[in-house]
C-alpha cells in the first residue's frame, strides 16, 4: 500500500469519498509523485450511498454492485495518480434531505474520537510531513466531508499525543496540516470570464449564478503549480466512472485556457509546527521542511 517509514517526504490527503482525491488536489498529488515524494490518500468510506451521477453508467447493474465498482474505480485512479491509497473502513453517509436524521451507523454519526482512532494508526505508520483534508465547512455542505475535516484535525493532535490511542504505535507529530480551497467560486468565475472574453461557450454561468451564499474563503496561503499534471488529473477524474459526467461544467471547459488562468491548485495553511513563521504565500507544501 506504502512505503513504511520511507526515508524521503511524506504526503498524506484525507478524502470522504472515492473520486474526491481526483476532484481536489490530484494535481498536486501528481506533482509530488513525480518529485520522489510518498503520497497517501486516505478515504473515509466507500461512497456506498453516492449516486450515478453519469447518464451512460445510470443502469441496474451498476446501481446493484456500486460499493464494488467505486472500489475498482478507486483502484484505476489510485494507478493513474501513482498514490498509495487505504480505505478507512466507515460507511458512507449519504445526503440526508433537510430535517432527515443519519442513516445508523454511518460515518457522521460516529464519535469524532472514536472516528479518528484508525486515521491515528495511519498516520503513525504512514509518518506524514504534512496533511490534507477539508476546511470545517467540508469544502461543500456533505455530512461526510464536515466529519473527515473533523476527524483529520483530532487525529493530526492525537497521532502526536501519546496519552491518546497509546495501542495505535509510536507518537507521530506531522508538521503541517492544509486545507484544499478547489473548486471555489473564485476559480469557477476566473475561467468563466476567460471564456466568455474569448468567445468560447461556458457551461458555468448557471453554476456561479446559483453559488449558494458562503462564508468568505479562507486566506489562499499556499499555490502549487501543477500545470503540467492537469491531464493526470483528468485522467483520475475519469476513471470514477459513476461519480463524472465527461460533459460537466467542470470538465468541460478547454485545459489550454485553465492552464494559462489558473495553473495552481491552492491551499490553506491551518496549522504549522515548524518553528519560526515561514514567508507567505508558499509554492511548497514542504516549504520549511525540506532539508
Ligand atoms: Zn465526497
Known amino acids: 500500500m506504502f512505503t513504511k517509514h520511507a526515508g ?31 503520497v497517501l490518500v486516505a478515504t473515509c468510506t466507500g461512497g456506498e450511498r453516492g449516486s450515478v451521477l453519469n447518464p451512460v453508467m445510470d443502469r441496474p447493474e451498476v446501481w446493484a454492485e456500486l460499493p464494488r465498482i467505486r472500489q475498482e474505480e478507486m483502484a484505476a485512479a489510485r494507478d493513474i495518480l501513482g498514490v498509495g491509497q487505504q480505505f478507512l473502513g466507515f460507511t458512507d453517509s449519504g445526503m440526508p434531505g433537510p430535517g432527515e436524521p443519519l442513516p445508523d451507523g454511518c460515518f457522521a454519526a460516529q464519535e469524532v474520537e472514536v472516528a479518528a482512532a484508525p486515521l491515528v494508526a495511519l498516520i503513525r505508520e504512514f509518518r506524514p510531513h504534512v496533511v490534507v483534508t477539508y476546511d470545517e465547512t467540508g469544502g461543500y455542505p456533505h455530512p461526510d466531508h464536515v466529519m473527515t475535516h473533523r476527524v483529520t484535525v483530532d487525529a493530526f493532535e492525537a497521532a502526536a499525543d501519546p496519552d491518546r490511542h497509546p495501542e495505535a504505535g509510536e507518537p507521530w507529530q506531522a508538521a503541517k496540516l492544509y486545507y484544499h480551497l478547489a473548486l471555489s467560486r473564485a476559480w469557477f468565475q476566473t475561467l ?35 500545470a503540467e499534471q492537469f491531464a493526470v488529473r483528468d485522467a483520475a477524474l475519469l476513471a470514477h466512472a459513476t461519480q463524472v459526467e465527461p460533459g460537466a461544467a467542470f470538465m468541460a471547459h478547454p485545459r489550454d485556457l ?19 513563521a515561514g514567508e507567505l504565500p508558499e509554492t511548497d507544501l514542504f516549504e520549511g521542511i525540506r532539508s
Do not use: F, N, Q
Open 258 to 276: 485553465e492552464r494559462e488562468v489558473w495553473p495552481t491548485e491552492d491551499y490553506h495553511l491551518a496549522r504549522c509546527l515548524l518553528p519560526g
Open 192 to 226: 468563466h470570464d476567460a471564456m466568455t472574453e474569448r468567445g468560447v461557450p461556458s457551461a458555468m454561468g448557471e453554476l456561479l449564478a446559483d453559488w449558494p451564499d458562503t462564508p468568505p474563503a479562507l486566506a489562499t496561503t499556499t499555490r502549487i503549480t501543477c
Open 8 to 38: 524521503g517526504l511524506r504526503l498524506l490527503t484525507v478524502h470522504a469519498h472515492p473520486d474526491d482525491e481526483s476532484s481536489k488536489g490530484a494535481a498536486t498529488l501528481a506533482r509530488y509523485v513525480a518529485e520522489g515524494v510518498d
